[in-house]
Nanobody, 120 residues
Framework: VQLQASGGGLVQAGGSLRLSCAAS????????MAWYRRVPGNQRELVAI???????KYADSVKDRFTISRDNAKNTVALQMDNLKLEDTGVYYC???????????????WGQGTQVTVSS
């Protein structure tokens, strides 16, 4: 299973970026897809998660600014980031909890990080 993330870049404060991530390979079912980030000096933190059924959860710092969405048919997840702030700068990682076979347990997969830089 591979997770391929894209969409990072440089943007001015107040601007928008959209991150995308596609899961491919031997996937039986996806239980959750999420975005994490590692900001300078901090540990990796959960930004947003969407679970099967469509329920979402956001970090307090991004509520009302970021929107996570998922295309179940394509095994993709997107993160629309609006009104970006300087403190949103960091490396963003796509994550998925999924099963590769019906009888298997859930497994954690990570994509490569994508850099988001917000400038003043």
């Amino acid at each position: 299973v591979q997770l391929q993330a894209s969409g990072g870049g440089l943007v001015q404060a107040g601007g928008s970026l959209r991150l995308s991530c596609a899961a491919s390979g031997s996937i039986f079912s996806i239980e959750a897809m999420a975005w994490y980030r590692r900001v300078p000096g901090n540990q990796r933190e959960l930004v947003a998660i969407i679970i099967s059924g469509g329920r979402t959860k956001y970090a307090d710092s991004v509520k009302d600014r970021f929107t996570i969405s998922r295309d179940n048919a394509k095994n993709t997840v997107a993160l629309q980031m609006d009104n970006l702030k300087l403190e949103d700068t960091g490396v963003y990682y796509c994550n998925s909890v999924l099963k590769t076979r019906p009888s298997g347990g859930s497994m954690d997969f990570w994509g490569q990080g994508t850099q988001v830089t917000v400038s003043s």
